[in-house]
């Protein structure tokens, strides 16, 4: 996956079993993590409000830099569904007013789909209902609503969250 800098258009990140950097679109490239991780990269996001925090995931781990990637954060700890019961996170996204609140999605048949962290991703509320117990591919946030609307790609359709409301 690759994300694009909210600030500056010719910034891209890139993951592959680490996070590279551009600054001259693709140009050149520049190693900013040490992570090796042994599943290659399948979600990132940075955060539209802070260009220097981004957040990463394989099937296993869950990362965080608040630094543009001059050190990295293991959060897979406090994750809410630990890779070890056969969950893996499939998508994040990051709020695009406040950088420590995002949201992921899960894979999987059950009814642990969507979870939302105030807290740059240390706790984790379960915000599933009325998603059907069906994967959980993507999500994403209108940033142009000024109440809080979510949208969940699934195995079966397209999902919205108003505010507090339950996804329809």
Do not use: C
Not at 14 to 27: I, Q
Not at 67 to 86: C, D, H, K, R, V
Not at 129 to 153: C, D, E, F, R, W
Request: aromatic share 14%; proline share 4%.
């Amino acid at each position: 996956p690759y994300v694009i800098d909210p600030t500056n258009s010719q910034t891209l990140y890139l993951g592959y079993s680490d996070v590279w950097k551009t600054t001259n679109r693709g140009d050149s490239w520049t190693k900013i993590s040490s992570l090796s991780l042994s599943n290659k990269i399948r979600s990132m996001a940075i955060a539209p409000s802070n260009n220097k925090t981004l957040y990463i995931t394989d099937f296993n781990t869950f990362y965080r830099t608040t630094n543009g990637g001059i050190s990295w954060t293991n959060l897979t700890t406090y994750l809410p569904l630990q890779p070890a019961e056969n969950y893996s996170v499939t998508s994040i996204t990051v709020d695009a007013f406040n950088s420590q609140k995002l949201w992921i999605t899960y894979s999987g048949y059950n009814s642990y789909k969507v979870y939302e962290s105030t807290n740059g991703g240390q706790n984790w509320t379960n915000i599933s209902a009325g998603l059907p117990s069906v994967p959980a591919n993507t999500i994403v946030q209108n940033k142009m609503s000024v109440t809080q609307h979510l949208y969940v790609g699934t195995d079966v359709g397209v999902y919205v969250k108003k505010g507090t409301e339950n996804w329809t």
